[in-house]
């Protein structure tokens, strides 16, 4: 009896693009363009800062960025779809902290003034870590 069944379910490319065109509604989606984004610009600003400035680490870091971004706009919609949501909403969130973090280092390491209780968190602006790269450097 064909009469009694539903209709059929769409493609999956069907289904994927519309979840990935629906990803410009997503807010968090946008705080991690937005992380990254401004992760770019306090590393930029770190390296004019600290005198260490190369263009090898500069486009190293915006191919790791731009490969980081591609994976999740590639991912999320097939999370997504497959009913992975959450999954997919926390993956996202794991990128959008690392990059706060990122973005702390920089602040940090740029001698911009950052509340003591976030120091001692961040290993990059830690007594250890500033003792290890002296050792290095002498």
Request: charged share 15%; glycine share 6%.
């Amino acid at each position: 009896m064909q009469l009694l069944q539903g209709p059929p379910a769409p493609p999956f490319h069907t289904m994927y693009i519309l979840h990935f065109t629906g990803m410009v509604d997503n807010w968090m989606i946008w705080l991690l363009v937005w992380a990254v984004i401004v992760d770019i610009i306090t590393g930029f600003a770190k390296s004019l800062v600290t005198h260490k400035t190369t263009s090898t680490k500069g486009t190293d870091g915006l191919i790791k960025h731009g490969v980081l971004l591609l994976v999740i706009l590639t991912l999320y919609p097939i999370m997504d779809v497959t009913g992975y949501r959450s999954a997919a909403n926390t993956f996202v969130l794991f990128y959008i902290l690392f990059y706060l973090t990122s973005i702390m280092e920089n602040w940090g390491q740029m001698g911009l003034p950052l509340p003591d209780q976030l120091k001692k968190y961040i290993y990059k602006l830690n007594d250890d870590y500033q003792r290890k790269d002296d050792d290095n450097h002498a």
